[in-house]
């Protein structure tokens, strides 16, 4: 008998790796839900450069995917990302952090609430932001927004930027929050400066400064509630 003239289940069969398939992102989601995607695979779809490996590099030095996300723009860069990815990631943790919002407008009442509300913000940032949030005569969040970024050790921002953004979204009062990355949430001489600059400019515009609130680490610091802006002089 030939070969070709063998019973089926006598022919050679190729043998059957044992390794698992592995899928692109984009069919693994398709076939089996976002849900079966690993660590690595979730990093693979926020690269502009994608090459065998690199996503696992980067895992492996980051040590977990919730690092990763947490991790603010100079420590991304330092891992090679471009532009474009870092932006991802920094997209990927607002949606984050908005997710776990109330629907409803938080309400920004007190020194406390409006630190406990910019914590969770900053964690991870390795340089200075400074930001606004406007708020309207209930204290309900209008916007948030990051207004400058520095160094390590510094930004800079001028009341007309801060008051220019806070009117834009038709803001009664504004807060200004800048991030101290070393922990130390004791002001500076320039951050008593400015927040005094911020009171006089506020009250020329009628959209009084509601507070200057110093986050660093897991604490914050309220120049309000310091300087006791709501009792008499």
Not at 29 to 44: F, N, R, T, W
Not at 123 to 135: H, V, Y
Not at 153 to 159: D, E, F, G, M, Y
Request: hydrophobic share 40%.
């Amino acid at each position: 008998m030939t070969p070709s003239s063998l019973p089926l289940f006598d022919q050679p069969t190729t043998p059957v790796s044992s390794k698992p398939r592995s899928f692109p992102v984009a069919e693994t989601v398709a076939l089996y839900g976002p849900e079966s995607l690993s660590d690595a695979q979730i990093i693979e779809a926020m690269l502009n450069r994608v090459r065998p490996g690199r996503a696992e590099e980067i895992l492996h030095q980051v040590e977990s995917l919730g690092r990763l996300i947490g991790m603010g723009p100079a420590e991304l860069q330092a891992l090679g990302l471009t532009k474009a990815e870092m932006a991802r990631f920094a997209v990927l943790k607002e949606v984050q952090r908005r997710s776990t919002r109330s629907v409803e407008r938080p309400k920004i009442t007190s020194p406390r609430v409006a630190g406990n509300y910019l914590l969770p913000k900053v964690q991870g940032w390795t340089e200075e932001r400074f930001g606004m949030l406007a708020l309207n005569a209930k204290g309900e969040l209008l916007a948030d927004r990051v207004l400058a970024h520095g160094t390590a050790t510094a930004c800079l921002i001028s009341p007309r930027e801060f008051f220019r953004e806070a009117l834009r979204f038709g803001a009664t009062t504004a807060l200004a929050w800048h991030n101290h990355p070393s922990g130390e949430v004791t002001p500076s001489r320039e951050d008593i400066a400015l927040t005094a600059r911020l009171r006089s400019a506020g009250d020329s515009l009628g959209v009084p400064l509601a507070d200057h609130i110093i986050v660093g680490g897991n604490h914050w610091h309220s120049f309000r509630a310091a300087e006791g802006w709501d009792h008499p002089v």
